[in-house]
């Protein structure tokens, strides 16, 4: 396989994967607003904002995952914008073994979905929604 093609066809799946993931981070958000409006007619709020916080954790955890991928795309990038330099250092169709030789371990894993949670493109609309709860 010739080594630019391996990286243009790397690239095009994890492009498309990337974009996957933000549209499904959105219909987590969209989730979270039309559970808030469902809540508004029964009145739960506490259990509300037990649903809201863990959808915010789910989004945070689907955008680390798009974070991976992100960080893959741009060193494809990079070895097929410098071409013979990087592609000397880096291989076509690693995403997983890169990221299972960067792992930290479970705190660490932690650490990054938090990471992401603080993320103010993952924090909105969780919380708008979080603070408006209690007047539900």
């Not at 066809?9 to 993931?21: C, F, K, M, P, R």
């Not at 890169?98 to 938090?114: D, P, V």
Request: aromatic share 10%.
């Amino acid at each position: 396989m010739d080594i630019p093609n391996a990286f243009i066809n790397e690239w095009n799946v994890l492009q498309t994967q990337s974009d996957a993931y933000e549209k499904h981070s959105l219909y987590i958000k969209l989730l979270g607003i039309a559970i808030t409006a469902c809540a508004t007619l029964i009145q739960a709020n506490l259990l509300l904002i037990l649903l809201l916080a863990t959808l915010w954790l789910q989004d945070a955890i689907w955008k680390t995952f798009q974070a991976r991928i992100s960080e893959r795309l741009l060193k494809v990038e990079a070895a097929l914008r410098d071409n013979n330099e990087t592609l000397n250092n880096v291989s076509p169709c690693q995403l997983n073994s890169e990221w299972l030789a960067q792992r930290s371990g479970f705190s660490g894993l932690i650490k990054e979905y938090l990471c992401q949670a603080a993320r103010p493109t993952v924090a909105f609309p969780y919380i708008l929604l979080i603070g408006v709860a209690p007047f539900i």
